[in-house]
């Protein structure tokens, strides 16, 4: 195998939103770091299941609710 062909893989420290920690591996930074996140599955929609806004440009979602009027859950 070629030597420095990998990328360094070392511990760094993750800080979620709220500010619990947890340790991975990761190419990031360098050994020790810390990797504070602004989005996390805690706090994001994506991942909590919370409510979603859609907005209208141009009316496409209003066109689409329209073609699709008749079927249920559209």
Same mark, same amino acid.
Not at 37 to 46: K, N, V
């Given at each position: 195998?070629?030597?420095?062909?990998?990328? /360094?893989?070392? +511990?760094? $420290?993750?800080?979620?939103?709220? *500010?619990?920690?947890?340790?991975?591996?990761?190419?990031? @930074?360098?050994?020790?770091?810390?990797?504070?996140? /602004?989005?996390? +599955?805690? $706090?994001?929609?994506?991942?909590? *299941?919370?409510?979603?806004?859609?907005?209208?440009?141009? @009316?496409?979602?209003?066109?689409?609710?329209?073609?699709?009027?008749?079927?249920?859950?559209?």
């Amino acid at each position: 195998m070629k030597k420095d062909l990998h990328p /360094d893989y070392h +511990p760094v $420290t993750v800080v979620m939103t709220d *500010g619990s920690e947890f340790v991975t591996r990761s190419c990031a @930074g360098s050994a020790g770091d810390r990797i504070a996140l /602004d989005i996390d +599955p805690r $706090t994001h929609p994506a991942w909590t *299941g919370g409510q979603q806004t859609l907005l209208d440009r141009g @009316g496409r979602i209003s066109r689409f609710k329209s073609k699709f009027k008749g079927i249920p859950g559209a």
